[in-house]
Structures are given as C-alpha cells and as structure tokens.
C-alpha cells in the first residue's frame, strides 16, 4: 500500500537514519582531469571529502561508516598512481590518528594486507589498537579489499578451524567476513554517476539501500550528503515482506 507518512515527511526533519553507512568514493580522477590537473589531485582532494563525512557521520551520530578506497582491481592502474595512493593511505593513517582518537572513532581496516609493506601493516595495526575501545563511530576503511576475496577468504579461515563434518552455515560465513564486527550498511552511497558495486560487499549488500550521485567524490558534501538520507528515509525497506506487513 501506498505509505502516506513517508512521501509526505518533511523533506529538512531526518528521522530514519541508517545505522551503517557505505560509500564508493568514485571520481577523483575525473574531478582533476576536468580541470586539467593529474588524478592524484583529485585523491588528495579526496582525502578532505574523507575527513568531511566523517564529521558529518559523528555529528548525526552515525554508528557505521565504511568507505572503499582501494579494490583488488585498482592494483592495475599506473603504478604511479598505485604508489601515490599507499603513500597517501599510510601518510593518512599517521596524520589522522590523533584526530580518530581524540573524537572516539574506532579505527579498522577491512581487506587483504598481504601485499602491504611492513611498516603499513604495522601503523594500520597500531591505529587499530589504539582506537579498539572507542565507542563513537566506527570507521572502516576498504583497502585491498573485494567482496569475492572476503567471501573466500572467510570461507578458508573456517576451514582451518576444526568444523570439518559440521554442515557450513550463513552465521559460519558471517562470523569469517572482515566486516563481522558491523551490521550490514543500510545504505550504499556512490559518487561519480556509475550504477554499479564493483566488488564491494557482495555478501552485506542483500537488503542495502542503493544510492547513485552524479556528484564526484571530492564534491561531496554536506547537502548532497543530506540529500543522499532524505532519500534513504523515503525508501519503504521490506526485507521480503509486503508493505502491510510493515
Ligand atoms: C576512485 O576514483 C577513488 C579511488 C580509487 C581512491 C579513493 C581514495 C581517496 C578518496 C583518498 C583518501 C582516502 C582515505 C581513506 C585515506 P577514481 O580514481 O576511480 O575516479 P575516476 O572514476 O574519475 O577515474
């Protein structure tokens, strides 16, 4: 049936607020090719929509915030851009760190850190314990990360726990995902104008609500953010059910 209530909420009252945010960050490249700059400026500008949605998160206290960074794919691109966006991340790991602390963010990494050098793995590690007991927003951030590797992933970790005659299970699976510390995102944001999730939480995903912006990711901000939760507490979520159900 059609739900009266909603289409007639007040479009500047934010009412239903997702518990778990995801967000593609897509068109940094674009941003910077449109004014004639290399693509890393357009990450680097990246990096303050990064630091502006979180304070935005905290301020309509957000639980759940995860961002995509870096896919498994994204190893393909130049290898000057590969190599300036590590450093970025690293450098960002350390710079930020007392800002996460200080305003009660949890920090984690979500994704494969084999190919990490060392010393990332080490500041990712020690960013994360630091953070562990904070109990405002918890920050994930994707790096190295697709959602067939988790899968995966997820599944040989069980194997190599003693459970070999025991009928595999969803719960199985979900208590091996990297994201098993998080309700699956309510809500998907992704910039950039694609319609697609690119490899991104393929299993959580299920029932997630799916956001597309033409809006390139170092444009983001707070009214287009705005917009993106005014249309998400618009959307009628049935998880299976029918409207009267609800
Ligand atoms: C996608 O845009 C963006 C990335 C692959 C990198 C995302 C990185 C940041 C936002 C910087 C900092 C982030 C953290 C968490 C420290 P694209 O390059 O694919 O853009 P295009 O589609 O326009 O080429």
């Not at 990332?120 to 590690?125: A, E, G, P």
């Not at 309700?183 to 998907?188: E, Q």
């Not at 939760?229 to 009267?244: A, P």
């Amino acid at each position: 049936m059609f739900n009266f209530f909603r289409s007639t909420q007040k479009k500047d009252v934010l009412i239903e607020k997702p518990n778990h945010i995801a967000i593609i960050m897509d068109g940094n490249g674009r941003w910077a090719k449109k004014r004639f700059m290399p693509r890393i400026s357009g990450h680097k500008k990246g990096l303050e929509s990064v630091r502006n949605v979180i304070s935005q998160c905290q301020k309509l206290d957000i639980p759940f915030l995860t961002l995509f960074a870096f896919s498994t794919e994204n190893w393909l691109r130049p290898s000057q851009e590969v190599n300036f966006l590590m450093s970025l991340f690293q450098d960002s790991i350390i710079k930020e760190s007392s800002s996460l602390i200080k305003n009660n963010v949890q920090f984690k990494l979500i994704g494969d850190r084999k190919p990490f050098s060392k010393s990332l793995i080490s500041k990712i590690k020690n960013l994360e314990r630091l953070t562990e007991k904070n109990t405002g927003l918890t920050l994930s951030v994707a790096i190295n990360y697709g959602g067939r590797w988790d899968i995966v992933n997820a599944v040989n970790q069980y194997q190599k726990s003693d459970h070999s005659k025991k009928t595999f299970t969803q719960k199985d699976l979900i208590k091996n995902l990297s994201l098993n510390f998080a309700p699956d995102p309510d809500f998907l944001i992704r910039t950039g104008g694609e319609k697609r999730i690119s490899n991104f939480l393929l299993w959580q995903f299920s029932y997630t609500e799916l956001y597309f912006t033409e809006t390139l990711w170092p444009d983001f901000n707070e009214k287009v953010f705005m917009d993106a939760l005014f249309e998400f507490q618009r959307r009628e979520r049935r998880f299976g059910k029918t409207s009267e159900q609800l």
